[in-house]
């Protein structure tokens, strides 16, 4: 197999040192090492999002841990605030589980405003909402800072935030914004292999948990912590202890090596690149000014070149590229700049990318 750059949001490219990491040994699940394995990866974990919440881990993608949100924090009603195929997913896990919900979808390209939340969170229905962080499909970020100070009025109401595509990217003051429920998978921003899930949960959120009655099994959040307060830190069933031990690498690369807030920057850095490359090449944005993210752009194909054309091109000359998602396939597509990609590769990707729409 060929192996080929990935630039689409997810998986990413996994450093070697991580890879390396997921082949370490294996532990007994239940021995010491990995309960301080799994301790030292959560007090990490806690600074990457700046909270002092118990973290979670989940062996399963990203969708696990929003179902499990979902199912352990709706007693009443849940408003999916969606800006794209994302949002739309929690819409989908409530229907699936028989939790009621209303979908608040806006024009894919716009983000959730403030003022929208607090429309919908001032009728009294609910007692929990959904947010992306940041929208994969549309490349949209979403003003959680802002939405943070109105949810502030209400204090009964629990916010389930998706940071899939965000989290370690684009920074979160979990604590600071009070979310409730922040959960991401290991394979966009944090540069790991895929199949592994983390989730930051509020003292408050598990105390609401306690009042649904059906949580399931291998989703219930009172059992995973259950198994977290005992030893303590264990794992309700067998972890997938490879990602454990990549993760212990990757965190102490971000924390000690990159640092958080260059990390950040870096993302930061890697859009301005990639608009400054959209302008230059007679391309649009999708996602409304302002609103942009820094781990993925969505390019409106104004051009109207043939994208999967380009995506085949691209192929052959080593790289994955990202069409548009769902609806959007070939109306757009995009460009990751996540996880632990530098400038230089991205600039190459950027150049390679202009060579073949000429020949297109
Ligand atoms: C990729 C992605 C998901 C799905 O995550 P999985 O780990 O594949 O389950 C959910 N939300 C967002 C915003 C994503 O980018």
Request: avoid cysteine; proline fraction near 4%.
């Amino acid at each position: 197999m060929e192996q080929k750059k990935l630039f689409i949001p997810g998986p990413v490219d996994v450093r070697p040192e991580v890879l390396e990491a997921m082949n370490t040994p294996m532990i007994g699940h239940r021995s010491q090492d990995a309960s301080e394995l799994q301790k030292r990866i959560s007090e990490k974990l806690q600074k990457v999002f700046f909270t002092q919440n118990q973290i979670l881990l989940s062996t399963s993608s990203g969708l696990g841990l929003m179902e499990a949100g979902m199912r352990s924090l709706t007693t009443k009603r849940v408003a999916v605030f969606s800006v794209g195929a994302f949002g739309n997913k929690w819409a989908d896990i409530a229907k699936r589980n028989n939790i009621p919900y209303d979908l608040i979808e806006v024009d894919w390209g716009d983000p959730i405003t403030p003022e929208l939340v607090d429309e919908h969170l001032s009728s009294g229905k609910y007692d929990a909402f959904t947010i992306q962080h940041n929208e994969t499909s549309t490349g949209v970020t979403n003003p959680l800072n802002k939405i943070s100070a109105v949810k502030q009025k209400y204090p009964d109401v629990y916010w389930l935030v998706d940071a899939v595509s965000a989290a370690a990217g684009i920074k979160a003051e979990v604590d600071n914004w009070g979310i409730d429920f922040y959960l991401t998978s290991t394979q966009k921003a944090l540069g790991l292999p895929p199949g592994f899930s983390i989730a930051a949960v509020s003292e408050r959120a598990f105390k609401h948990a306690e009042e649904v009655e059906f949580r399931g099994r291998y989703f219930d959040i009172l059992l995973i912590k259950k198994y977290i307060d005992k030893k303590p830190y264990q794992y309700v069933s067998t972890p997938s202890l490879p990602h454990m031990f990549a993760l212990d690498k990757q965190l102490d690369y971000i924390l000690n090596e990159e640092g958080l807030e260059n990390r950040f920057a870096r993302h930061k850095e890697l859009r301005d690149l990639t608009h400054k490359w959209v302008m230059e090449n007679g391309f649009e944005f999708f996602a409304k000014e302002g609103y942009r993210s820094a781990t993925v752009t969505a390019v409106k194909n104004n051009r109207n070149i043939s994208v999967l054309d380009l995506k085949k091109q691209m192929a052959d000359r080593g790289y994955v590229m990202a069409p548009g998602y769902g609806k959007l396939k070939t109306d757009t597509f995009r460009i990751a700049h996540m996880a632990d990609r530098t400038v230089k590769e991205l600039v190459e990707y950027l150049d390679t990318l202009s060579q073949e729409i000429e020949k297109l």
